[in-house]
């Protein structure tokens, strides 16, 4: 696709992100079967759910641009999951491991609210204001999905991981 107009350019920030939320989709089961807490396990399966909404939104998003839903491959999500991935094999304490999961998590959180911002004012630049209020919507989310992983990390998990750690 030719970057030449910022609708070109939306529409490949939308085909990166439906594909950082399919590989989502199949990381999230295991990174919710690794955790020790249920309050992180009961975390990864809600956004698992919210997870496949954003992939709905993503589709309406291009049907409203009149675009094919193609998703071209993240390689930027597929290395936050390789990394989360590596953290389940590690040897170790499953508080520990938990702290860890919380954090691959959140950087893969991070990597779509820049993501989903930066898509939501591509959409407003170009006046598209329903494709803008999908995004918004998705990107309100994962705002929400990072603070409650930022919650478990602070109220539980770092400081059980922080007792074991002693």
């Known amino acids: 696709m030719k970057l030449d107009t910022l609708e070109n350019l939306l529409v490949h920030e939308l085909k990166d992100l439906l594909s950082a939320e399919k590989q989502l989709t199949k990381a999230l089961p295991k990174m919710a079967k690794a955790a020790a807490s249920e309050a992180l396990r009961t975390a990864f399966q809600d956004h698992l759910e ?3 909404g954003h992939v709905n939104r993503l589709e309406e998003a291009f049907r409203l641009l009149e675009k094919s839903p193609r998703a071209e491959h993240c390689k930027a999500m597929e290395g936050l999951i390789e990394e989360g991935a590596d953290l389940i094999e590690e040897e170790g304490e499953s508080q520990v491991k938990d702290a860890a999961l919380i954090g691959a ?7 779509e609210i820049a993501a989903y911002g930066t898509a939501r004012t591509l959409a407003q630049m170009i006046g598209n204001e329903d494709v803008a209020k999908l995004l918004e919507e998705t990107l ?3 705002k929400a999905a990072d603070e409650k992983l930022t919650d478990i990390a602070m109220n539980e998990v770092n400081k059980e991981a922080e007792e074991v750690s002693e």
């Open 140 to 142: 309100e989310e994962e």
């Open 50 to 52: 919210e997870t496949k």
């Open 105 to 111: 998590a959140q950087r893969v959180e991070h990597y």
